[in-house]
């Protein structure tokens, strides 16, 4: 059952969203080597395509290219800002770079995310995961952009605010753990909810917006961490999630798109990244739009804002202003 179905009747009139954006870190489209690939030994519906085999669920898993013209393995700084600017990061630097957004990076987020472009436009978009009061906490450091996710830095500088564990109590955003495990081991006393839940609560949230937001690293960690049985749990609670967002979405009106940064967990016979597509998955309303345009991460942004009627800047150069804030 769909909430608030008025108000989502009104803008399935009104816009073309909601879209449904959800980024998973690090996870790329691996072979059916099961001795090198969990998508492959563990057999796990939404990730058939990335474990050697066909995906056949609702929707279409696109082939998308992590590199974007530069050598060397994608890494987390350069994608993720092509993933939620439309401007490609390695290109930009002239090499892959991991970590969080850099010094000439940065004023891509602070002036052209996903997000600021669309509510500088009237539109309501944001990251929907919560923070807790101790990571909030660390943002009045003066300096502390330098240590900001890409992710956190686009809604730093959204124009909206960053929803709290409180606001994730409240039914109003998600959190990054799918199950509130992770916050149960860290003492918050609640009880456990299936991922299915919250994905069908992703829906949920995303009638009052035009765009939303999600993201979850977990993929990447134990990628890094190269751990099978970690692996197992995690590409189980993402497809339990997804399940839940299948589930509760209504592809005449809503629109799911789904990618990674650059690919890690499709191979634990090494510690890096991979020099793997990723893969991103479409369904819904505008399926068919980002199935014929993207051809690499920057086109999913630059999709987003054309479906919205925004234009995508091409030749846009970060204004002296916030270039020299950023030096300070």
């Known amino acids: 059952m769909h909430i608030r179905c008025d108000h989502a009747r009104e803008k399935y009139m009104t816009t073309p969203g909601p879209i449904i954006y959800i980024f998973l870190d690090g996870v790329g489209i691996g072979t059916g080597d099961k001795t090198k690939n969990p998508f492959a030994r563990f057999d796990y519906p939404f990730f058939a395509g990335h474990g050697g085999r066909e995906y056949t669920l609702p929707g279409k898993m696109i082939s998308t290219d992590a590199h974007m013209g530069i050598t060397g393995l994608p890494q987390s700084a350069t994608g993720q800002t092509a ?80 929803f709290t564990t409180e606001d994730y109590l409240a039914g109003r955003s998600l959190y990054m753990d799918l199950n509130n495990w992770f916050l149960r081991k860290n003492g918050m006393k609640i009880p456990f909810v299936s991922a299915k839940a919250n994905g069908r609560k992703l829906v949920q949230i995303a009638q009052d917006y035009d765009v939303v937001i999600f993201e979850y690293f977990f993929t990447d960690k134990v990628g890094h961490e190269q751990a099978w ?100």
């Open 83 to 162: 993933l939620f600017t439309g401007y490609n990061g390695p290109q930009i630097l002239g090499r892959h770079v991991n970590g969080y957004p850099t010094f000439t990076l940065r004023p891509y987020f602070k002036e052209k995310n996903l997000l600021k472009v669309m509510n500088d436009a009237g539109f309501k978009a944001s990251l929907i995961n919560s923070y807790s009061s101790w990571y909030l906490k660390r943002l009045e450091h003066p300096r502390a952009e330098r240590m900001l996710s890409a992710s956190s830095l686009m809604q730093r500088h959204s124009g909206r605010p960053y």
């Open 229 to 328: 049985g970690a692996a197992k749990r995690v590409i189980r609670h993402v497809d339990d999630f997804l399940s839940g967002v299948w589930e509760e979405l209504d592809a005449a009106r809503d629109t799911v798109v789904i990618s990674s940064d650059h690919g890690n967990l499709e191979d634990l016979s090494v510690k890096t990244h991979t020099q793997n597509p990723v893969g991103t998955w479409v369904y819904g309303r505008h399926e068919n739009a980002f199935a014929q345009r993207v051809k690499a991460l920057t086109d999913i942004p630059q999709v987003i804002l054309d479906i919205f009627g925004l234009p995508f800047v091409a030749d846009f150069q970060p204004s002296t202003e916030v270039t020299l804030k950023e030096s300070i």
